[in-house]
């Protein structure tokens, strides 16, 4: 419709005046990155053009939960993931149902990014799992592949997210790692070199949905922080919570260890976003203290 012929129609009462600001103003969307590229995170904001409307965002073939910060104001969690190849992607947000004519598309423009290689020499065993461990690796990656596409629907965190561990990370997110010839899946999370029975905390506030010793990581902790927000954390020597727990910021989940398939103690935190798999560093470079 026109803007004259709108106008006339609001004035005529054929259109209410709500639909008619939505009709006559875009949606406004910034975002905020550490970077734009693959295995970052990015917080878009959407300011809505009536506080009746509520988002959906769609991206990299997904639905993205977009979470409320004023009457107009929301804000959503872009992963893009650590394998994404460069280019411009569309994040077509919406109104809503009852106002699906009102939205807009946001380009993400995804640069290319070329994560390191190291080539290491370790005994068979640790690259090669032995066919009795087939059937329990099946079962380990069917429960967190099961547990990545059921979060709670509304953030659990609040505040700033926090390490887990006071110690820096000392191995590079994404790195391709080249045992004994063979290549093997990249580094998707943050390593930290911290000394064994440190005690791990929770980054934020969220649900314990696993606590399980797993074939390749260990004793590990999966928080859900809602939104399809997931931490992970793995090799860990005790654990000191239950799935069905709800944790603060700060709980003590359990302590570092050299469980699973590692060569020592360390802490192994693993941040997914919407499904993908992102730099924990880039969490805390954008929502952290």
Request: proline share 8%; aromatic share 6%; glycine share 10%.
């Amino acid at each position: 419709m026109r803007p004259l012929a709108l106008a006339v129609a609001v004035a005529a009462g054929l259109l209410p005046q709500s639909r008619a600001a939505a009709q006559a103003d875009p949606i406004a969307v910034t975002a905020r990155a550490r970077a734009r590229q693959p295995g970052e995170l990015v917080v878009l904001t959407l300011v809505m053009p009536d506080a009746t409307l509520v988002p959906r965002v769609h991206v990299f073939g997904r639905a993205l939960l977009p979470y409320k910060v004023s009457q107009t104001t929301w804000r959503v969690l872009v992963g893009i993931d650590l394998e994404a190849a460069a280019g411009t992607y569309p994040i077509t947000i919406d109104g809503g149902p009852a106002a699906s004519t009102i939205k807009t598309t946001y380009s993400l423009v995804v640069a290319g990014k070329t994560f390191p290689t190291r080539k290491l020499t370790v005994d068979d065993a640790f690259v090669n799992p032995p066919p009795s461990a087939q059937d329990r690796i099946a079962r380990d990656s069917a429960a967190l592949a099961n547990l990545w596409e059921h979060s709670a629907g509304t953030p659990l965190w609040s505040g700033a997210f926090v390490r887990p561990v006071p110690d820096p990370a000392n191995s590079a997110f994404g790195t391709r790692s080249v045992y004994n010839g063979q290549p093997r899946s990249p580094h998707s999370g943050a390593d930290f070199l911290s000394p064994a029975g440190t005690p791990v905390k929770a980054p934020n506030n969220g649900d314990i949905v696993l606590a399980e010793d797993l074939y390749f990581t260990g004793q590990t902790v999966v928080i859900d922080h809602g939104l399809g927000l997931f931490s992970l954390f793995a090799h860990l020597s005790t654990m000191k919570v239950h799935p069905g727990d709800r944790v603060k910021t700060g709980a003590v989940l359990g302590e570092v260890g050299a469980t699973g398939r590692v060569t020592g103690a360390h802490l192994h935190w693993m941040v997914r976003v919407g499904g993908a798999r992102i730099d924990p560093l880039s969490l805390l470079a954008l929502l952290g203290s």
